[in-house]
Structures are given as structure tokens and as C-alpha cells.
């Protein structure tokens, strides 16, 4: 038998200690090498430890919500153990048991992740929150107007896990407060109106009451976040792809044959938002506080319907760089592992610009809500068989065209309305204008079918 001290890993440049967040082993699990140990967390990173080796936690000496350096021991560890014969069961059960724990603590951590990675770093005010405290506010619904509110005792003022914590802790102790007076002070029959028996009335009989999940709480705060930092502003415009529609329809068979995917419209979405991010910069941008940061890369999340009613925005890292066979095929990559529960947390963050497509349920247009930090999200309506004004050498005819809306909102504190404009206006553009558009394209960029 052998001991392995696990050690508290460098993390990156600078970065000499780390939080001990969340253990997901206990003393005298069995683990297998490379299995995650334990979730830390420091002010630029969150990341786990994996085992070293296969064996038995044997010690963990450092505890949760404690401070450690890097290089330090955390744990220790026992390999070359061998299970008792006489209880194979037992041993495997074990074993699957601490499996099902290891499963469950990567999966609550990449459901904070969908949301907690992208949110902005610093409050209103100014005061910086690392990703730990994102992560938890996350978690708790705990609002960036909450956390202004809280004096950090770290390093010039910032927010620590304790402090964030000590917040948690009381909101906890003022719903249990609220519960008692509810429960034993105002009584039904007592005739006196509160909070609750307002919500009560709201209710009938036979009404189902649904409990939302961890997910559908992380997506509504993230929205009521975005409404409250974000002046929306929505702009619209149709756009005529009937000549994208036929050409699509002429070569879909060819281009499943010849590179083994699906060619469904969604690829040209993403191209055309791609391109019109290339010419108007400005639009591909967020804002930290009273600054501006234009982003070097075209990252676009497409976001995905789940199974279970849930959204979840895996993200193209740049789009512009790639032709339309790349494009389909990082689309349908995407969305299949998306409803599967099979994206990496690298995944679903680093975008810079989001497209939603409200016509795969024969929507025609909407009035979507910024993924933050971005700036600007674009709505895809339905395609859809309209009479419309055709300009011809003859003169003006009516025509049977194959028309959809096109929806922008935008952070009005940083796009103006002229330049929202022009870059819906170059989107309709390269929809209308496909194929030939398509070797007018960004340079460096090519396009195959």
C-alpha cells in the first residue's frame, strides 16, 4: 500500500491560493484516477482537482470555505488497496453510489455555469465579484442590486465567499421568521390579510403547483437581470429568401451526401449575423460599468430548446472564420449534445452575440431578451409564403415570395438606433443576396457546398 498527498495544483499565473468550495468525496470513498475530487475557486478561475490514482480517500485536511495555498496538502490518498472478496456487492454499490455523488456535483456546477460565467464582474457601484460569489449569487437568486448592498470585508472592499454567505444565511432565517408568523400568528381563520393568502387566493382548486428547478430559476434571474441593465430597444425588418430557400432546397441532398450533415437554414443565420458583425463592429461589443469592450472574436450562441422545457445557448467561437459546411456542422454538433446533457462548460460561454430562432415553432417574429454581457440579440421569424410588390423591367407585379421578419433588440445605452439599423438592414442583405453574396463574403473567409 502506498499514500499520495494530493496537493493544491498551480492554476495560472499569479494565482497563489484558491477557496476549497465544495468537496465531492468523502473520507473513506473509493475513487478512480482523474475522478473530481473537489470544486476550488479563485478570483479568476473555478476549476476542480481530479485523483491522482485509484484508492481510498483516506484524509481530507482542508475544509470548505477555507483558504489554501497552492502546493499545500488537501487530501490524502490510498492506492493499491484491494476490495474484500467476500462482499463484491457491497463494494460495488459503493462504489456506484459515490459515482452517482461525483455525477451529481459536476452537474449542479455546470448548471451555474450556464448563467454564472457570463455575468457581468462588477455591480453597478463598481465593486468586484470573482467568480466563486458569481457563481453563488447565481445559485441563490441573489440579485447585483443585493449584492451592492453588502460591505466586503476583502481586499478594498471586495466581496468575499463569507460575506455573500452571511447574506444567504439571512435571507434563509427571514423566511423561516416569515413562515412562523404566517403559520402560527396569522392564522386562516383569523380573517387577517398577508403576503401569503394573497398568493393563495391566486389559486383554484385543481391548480397544479410547480416547483422550478434549479435551470428555470438561473434563466429568470439571468433575465430580470438583463432588463434591469439594459435599456431594451427591438427593431424589425423583412426579408426576402426565396432565392436562399430555392438554392437551399436544390443542393440539401448534395450537401448530405458529400459532407455527411443536415443543411437546415439555422447555418445561414449564423453566417449572415456572422458577416454583418464583421462590418459593424460596435454591435459586437459588451459593457463592463463605463467602459466599452470591443471584442476581437465572433463568438454566437444559438439558443437551443431542451427537452425538459429549459434553454440552454451553446456558443460558435468564431463564426467568421468558418464556411458553411463548417458552419452546419458545428450547428447540428451543438444541438444534438445540447438535448442530450453533453456540452462541455467551455461550451456554453464566451459569447458575444446570441441568435434566437422563433421560426422552428412558426413564430413570426418576437422581441427577444440580451443574453448579457452582450448587447444585441437577433430574432428569426418564420418563413412563410406572402403576396408581395416584385420590381421587374416591366414594371411592378405581384408575386408569391418566401418572407420572413427579422427581430434585433439592443442595449440602447450603447447602440443608437442608426446603427442598429444599418446592421439589420446588412443582414437582410446577405440573406436575400445568397448564393452569390456568398464569394462577396469577409475576407479570409471561404465558402463550399
Known amino acids: 500500500m502506498a499514500r499520495i498527498n494530493v496537493l493544491l495544483p498551480a492554476m495560472g499565473e499569479g494565482i497563489i491560493e484558491a477557496t476549497i468550495n465544495k468537496w465531492l468525496v468523502s473520507e473513506g470513498n473509493a475513487v478512480r484516477e482523474d475522478d473530481p475530487l473537489v470544486e476550488v475557486a479563485t478570483d479568476k478561475v473555478d476549476t476542480e ?13 482542508a475544509t470548505e470555505g477555507s483558504v489554501i495555498k497552492v502546493g499545500e496538502v488537501i487530501a490524502v490518498l490510498e492506492t493499491d488497496i484491494e476490495f474484500k472478496k467476500s462482499d463484491p ?58 449584492l451592492d448592498k453588502i460591505s466586503g470585508t476583502g481586499m478594498d472592499g471586495r466581496i468575499t465567499r463569507d460575506d455573500i454567505m452571511k447574506l444567504v444565511e439571512s435571507g434563509k432565517k427571514k423566511e423561516e421568521s416569515s413562515k412562523i408568523i404566517t ?11 398577508s403576503d401569503t393568502e394573497d398568493v393563495k387566493k391566486s389559486y383554484s ?12 430559476r438561473l434563466i429568470a434571474q439571468h433575465m430580470v437581470m438583463s432588463k434591469r441593465t439594459s435599456p431594451h430597444v427591438t427593431s424589425f425588418i423583412d426579408a426576402d429568401v426565396t432565392r436562399l430557400v430555392n438554392w437551399r432546397n436544390s443542393v440539401k441532398d448534395k450537401f448530405l451526401a458529400t459532407e455527411g450533415q443536415k443543411l437546415t437554414l439555422t447555418p445561414f443565420f449564423i453566417d449572415a449575423a456572422a458577416r454583418a458583425l464583421y462590418d459593424f463592429p460596435m454591435v459586437n461589443i459588451s459593457v463592463d460599468g ?30 467568421n472564420e468558418k464556411n458553411l459546411a463548417g458552419l452546419a ?23 458575444t452575440f446570441t441568435i434566437t430562432n422563433y421560426g422552428s415553432y412558426n413564430n413570426l417574429a418576437g422581441t427577444p431578451i440580451i443574453n448579457q454581457p452582450q448587447v444585441a440579440i437577433l430574432g428569426t421569424g418564420a418563413v412563410r409564403k406572402t403576396p408581395a410588390v416584385v420590381e421587374t423591367p416591366d414594371g411592378d407585379v405581384i408575386a408569391i415570395r418566401r418572407i420572413m421578419i427579422l427581430s434585433l433588440s439592443y442595449d440602447h445605452r450603447v447602440i443608437d438606433g442608426a446603427l442598429a439599423a444599418k446592421f439589420l438592414n446588412r443582414v437582410k442583405e446577405i440573406l436575400e443576396n445568397y448564393p452569390s ?12 457546398t
Do not use: C, W
Open 183 to 193: 403559520e402560527e400568528k396569522v392564522p386562516e381563520e383569523a380573517g387577517i390579510s
Open 329 to 351: 456542422r458545428a450547428v447540428n454538433d451543438l444541438a444534438e449534445r445540447a438535448r442530450s446533457n453533453k456540452l462541455k462548460p467551455e461550451e456554453i460561454t464566451g459569447g
Open 49 to 61: 482537482v481530479p485523483a491522482p490514482a485509484d484508492g481510498i480517500i483516506t484524509s481530507i485536511n
Open 290 to 319: 463605463n467602459t466599452i469592450i470591443k471584442k476581437k472574436n465572433i463568438n454566437i450562441g444559438m439558443a437551443t430548446a431542451l427537452p425538459d422545457g429549459n434553454l440552454i445557448v451553446p456558443v460558435i467561437k468564431n463564426a
Open 437 to 448: 453574396d456568398m464569394f462577396n463574403s469577409t475576407p479570409g473567409k471561404t465558402y463550399t
Open 205 to 216: 382548486s385543481g391548480d397544479e403547483i410547480i416547483e422550478m428547478d434549479r435551470v428555470r
Open 89 to 146: 456487492v457491497k463494494v460495488d454499490k459503493e462504489v456506484e453510489r459515490i459515482r452517482e455523488t461525483i455525477e451529481s456535483g459536476r452537474q449542479e456546477k455546470k448548471e451555474v455555469e450556464i448563467l454564472s460565467h457570463d455575468l457581468k464582474s462588477r455591480t453597478p457601484s463598481g465593486k468586484f465579484i470573482s467568480p466563486l460569489v458569481r457563481s453563488i449569487a447565481a445559485k441563490e437568486s441573489i440579485s447585483y442590486a443585493e
